[in-house]
């Protein structure tokens, strides 16, 4: 099956309501350092359309009857990367919902999802932007100012939008000065914030430790949860107080994603509440 409930860690931490997910794609070619995937994918950083991808969409679709109230593209591999100017696989994938309508929530970090402006209808595009300047730690992704240009062309064209600033990582992205920058450039497009702190599996918190070696991330991640590292945690809240200040000031709502705090502004963790009618 291609189309999927949505519980990929079975968290009591995960508030995400209700939901099915779908990968076009396996593999990521934005090769994001921090990228969890990498524990469970192989060859994680190559983009390839699933086997058969557009036929079992549309068989899974015709299948569910009204079994699927939305659709979350994508939670592990991009549903935009640079293979889909080519392939077109996500259109596709878009077009067979829009014919079915059945609600989606586009999450993606490629402004190449505004190609795909006359499929959105009244869906939601999630647009991940973490930092000024991400070349280091998402190096074949779109650049930030891209992405925001590709916020502004979709809230222009009557697209409902959700920036996740998404993960923050300690000595990278996490000091006011870059969370503000995010929110301010990002902030006139979308109307709800979503954020989370930098949660390593071993193997990416060992890509982490090679590119920037000055910081202790050993002395820091000593809390593990399942397969996953955790900073401590009034380090995490004092990260996350620190976005919702700055949404605050920008007249945002927020919600920040497997946390366990209770200091969300928005109705749902994810944005998906901004679906509306189109579920």
């Given at each position: 099956?291609?189309?999927?409930?949505?519980?990929?860690?079975?968290?009591?931490?995960?508030?995400?309501?209700?939901?099915?997910?779908?990968?076009?794609?396996?593999?990521c070619?934005?090769?994001?350092l921090?990228?969890?995937?990498?524990?469970?994918i192989?060859?994680?950083?190559?983009?390839?359309?699933?086997?058969?991808?557009?036929?079992?969409?549309?068989?899974?679709?015709?299948?569910?009857?009204?079994?699927?109230?939305?659709?979350?593209?994508?939670?592990s591999?991009?549903?935009?990367?640079?293979?889909?100017?080519?392939?077109?696989?996500?259109?596709?994938?878009?077009?067979?919902?829009?014919?079915?309508?059945?609600?989606?929530?586009?999450?993606?970090?490629?402004?190449?999802?505004a190609?795909?402006?006359?499929?959105?209808?009244?869906?939601?595009?999630?647009?991940?932007?973490?930092?000024?300047?991400?070349?280091?730690?998402?190096?074949?992704?779109?650049?930030?100012?891209?992405?925001?240009?590709?916020?502004?062309?979709?809230?222009?064209?009557?697209?409902?939008?959700?920036?996740?600033?998404?993960?923050?990582?300690?000595?990278?992205?996490?000091?006011?000065?870059?969370?503000?920058?995010?929110?301010?450039?990002?902030?006139?497009?979308?109307?709800?914030?979503?954020?989370?702190?930098?949660?390593?599996?071993s193997?990416?918190?060992?890509?982490?430790?090679?590119?920037?070696?000055?910081?202790?991330?050993?002395?820091?991640?000593?809390?593990?949860?399942?397969?996953?590292?955790?900073?401590?945690?009034?380090?995490?809240?004092?990260?996350?107080?620190?976005?919702?200040?700055?949404?605050?000031?920008?007249?945002?709502?927020?919600?920040?994603?497997?946390?366990?705090?209770?200091?969300?502004?928005?109705?749902?963790?994810?944005?998906?509440?901004?679906?509306?009618?189109?579920?």
């Amino acid at each position: 099956m291609l189309i999927t409930r949505f519980d990929p860690w079975k968290s009591g931490m995960c508030t995400c309501p209700p939901k099915h997910s779908l990968n076009p794609y396996t593999g990521c070619s934005h090769g994001c350092l921090y990228c969890y995937i990498s524990s469970y994918i192989k060859d994680p950083f190559r983009s390839r359309p699933k086997k058969n991808a557009i036929r079992e969409v549309e068989r899974e679709v015709k299948m569910s009857g009204e079994g699927i109230r939305f659709i979350s593209l994508s939670n592990s591999s991009d549903p935009y990367p640079p293979e889909e100017r080519i392939l077109g696989i996500t259109r596709d994938v878009l077009r067979i919902l829009d014919q079915h309508g059945i609600g989606f929530q586009i999450v993606t970090k490629s402004d190449l999802v505004a190609r795909d402006l006359d499929l959105m209808g009244k869906n939601v595009v999630s647009m991940t932007v973490t930092a000024k300047d991400t070349r280091r730690i998402e190096p074949g992704a779109p650049s930030s100012e891209k992405r925001i240009e590709a916020l502004k062309a979709l809230s222009d064209g009557g697209i409902r939008c959700t920036l996740r600033l998404d993960p923050v990582i300690p000595g990278i992205n996490d000091s006011y000065e870059s969370v503000c920058w995010v929110i301010h450039h990002a902030g006139d497009h979308v109307e709800h914030v979503t954020s989370s702190t930098l949660k390593p599996r071993s193997d990416s918190l060992t890509r982490l430790e090679r590119s920037f070696p000055q910081i202790g991330w050993r002395g820091m991640y000593t809390d593990r949860k399942g397969g996953s590292y955790y900073l401590p945690e009034d380090t995490r809240l004092g990260l996350m107080l620190k976005v919702r200040e700055a949404c605050d000031e920008s007249g945002l709502t927020f919600s920040c994603c497997r946390e366990g705090f209770d200091i969300n502004t928005g109705i749902s963790c994810d944005g998906s509440h901004l679906l509306g009618d189109a579920i």
